[in-house]
């Protein structure tokens, strides 16, 4: 059996109180690839919808094109957890793989989602060192935090670190 990949990925972005919904192109790179990459700062997204997240239903106008800046992103939700992982996070670890479960703070929201790690890693050092920007988290419910009504659900989230203010876990 085959594995393809899809060359375009619907995602939503969140960000300052809004939500872009949008496919990316992910024909030459996967999503995750291109969050995580460092020497990239935008993105960009094709038959974009803004909205704002008090009222995710009522879309406030859209775009052919949209630039993303990923330093000001708060996280994107995939609804396919295979187009958020990087390349080297599809493939197993010799220890293992482990879901963590884990709750973030984040400004308007709260996600609650797994990380999905090697065996013996311990999330602090995930969380709080490297040079990575983002850090991925799956099967993942986000909630507004003026309204818990308001939630959004997908396969996996690629939450910006520095906007992270507060992350619950069950062990460490």
Known sequence: MQNRRS??????????????????????????????????????????????????????????????????????????????????QRYGSYLGLKLTPIFITLPFFELKGFLRMPGRFDPLVLLSSGSERFVTLVDVTARTTFDSEISFQGGAALVNKPQISFVGLEKL
Do not use: C
Not at 10 to 34: K, N
Not at 51 to 72: F, L, W
């Open 7 to 88: 060359t375009e990925v619907i995602a939503e972005f969140f960000a300052h109180g809004y939500r872009v919904s949008g496919s990316f192109d992910a024909r030459q790179r996967t999503l995750g690839d291109m969050i995580y990459d460092i020497n990239t700062s935008y993105l960009t997204v094709e038959n974009a919808y803004v909205s704002s997240i008090q009222q995710p239903g009522e879309i406030s106008i859209n775009y052919p094109i949209a630039v993303i800046n990923k330093t000001d992103l708060t996280f994107v939700l995939t609804i396919e957890t295979e187009d958020a992982l990087r390349r080297d």
